[in-house]
């Protein structure tokens, strides 16, 4: 299993980003999938995920209403689409796939089995 995550880069405030991880080795839509951020010196916190029993989307309260997560299910590919950025969205993003969940563990980065290796999203003037 594999997962790539690639569109990160450098912003300004108020601009926009589009991340995208391709799969290989699993399905998404056989998946809960979810996206993480890190930023130095903080631990990895939930950004947004889709959960596979109810199909439904959930964000974390910093950037509901700015970022987007959505899957294309012809390509095999999760995107998050981030509008509206602030530095303080600033951090290595991650995109994680697991089987198994529970809701409640949706936004838990320990109950996932598969990660991508991260992309830098810098947002600066």
């Known amino acids: 299993v594999q997962l790539v995550e690639s569109g990160g880069g450098l912003v300004q405030p108020g601009g926009s980003l589009q991340l995208s991880c391709a799969a290989s080795?699993?399905?998404?839509?056989?998946?809960?999938v979810a996206w993480f951020r890190q930023a130095p010196g903080k631990e990895r916190e939930f950004v947004a995920g889709i959960y596979l029993r109810n199909r439904a989307t959930y964000y974390a309260d910093s950037v509901r209403g700015r970022f987007t997560i959505s899957r294309d299910n012809a390509k095999n590919t999760l995107h998050l689409q981030m509008n509206s950025l602030k530095p303080e969205d600033t951090a290595v993003y991650y995109c994680?796939?697991?089987?198994?969940?529970?809701?409640?563990?949706?936004?838990?980065?320990?109950?996932?089995?598969?990660w991508g290796q991260g992309t830098q999203v810098t947002v600066s003037s």
């Open positions: 080795g699993l399905t998404f839509t056989t998946y809960s």
């Open positions: 994680a796939a697991d089987k198994g969940l529970i809701l409640s563990s949706l936004t838990s980065p320990t109950q996932y089995d598969f």
